[in-house]
């Protein structure tokens, strides 16, 4: 089926506070206690256009393939990475930025109704996001914390 109609998400009136299919996540610690209770926290948010871009580009499939504590990533769910994994994704975050660096990305996000839902990636706040979780997972594979994602 061939949609009638192509929307593109909004920069400017939906960054921040997206309207359906379009959504926005967050990123923090996961914490293990000594009885495998672990707590969680939030560090940061995801713009829609990061979330999107991670989907679109792969990078939570690939971190649906490393040791998680909570999941599946995305989906808009709680997702956590078992801290064995937190490097892996730190590798996994630094070659999307590779792979994304300077480039224009127009990306599909879902088809509904007959209309098919794009978004056009500012890829400079996208390298930001990337930034931000090269440092959060990086930190917590020192630290020997989990990654908590909600993509």
């Known amino acids: 089926m061939t949609a009638s ?26 914490w293990i206690n000594e009885k495998d209770e672990f707590t969680l926290d939030r560090r940061f948010a995801i713009s829609s256009n990061s979330l999107h871009a991670l989907r679109g580009h792969g990078v939570v499939d690939l971190l ?8 599946p990533v995305g989906g808009g769910r709680e997702a956590a990475l078992a801290p064995g994994a937190v490097e892996e994704a730190s590798r996994i975050f630094y070659a999307a930025d590779r792979m994304t660096y300077g480039a224009r990305h127009d990306l599909r996000v879902t088809e509904w109704k007959g209309t098919e839902y794009r978004i056009v990636v500012d890829n400079r706040e996208y390298q930001r996001t990337l930034s931000k979780l090269q440092f959060l997972s990086t930190t917590a594979s020192r630290q020997g914390h989990g990654l908590r994602l909600c993509l």
């Open 64 to 71: 649906n393939a490393l040791d998680l504590i909570a999941g």
């Open 5 to 30: 109609e192509v929307y593109y998400f909004d920069h400017v009136d939906e960054s921040l506070n997206p309207r359906p299919p379009y959504a926005s996540g967050e990123a923090g610690f996961v």
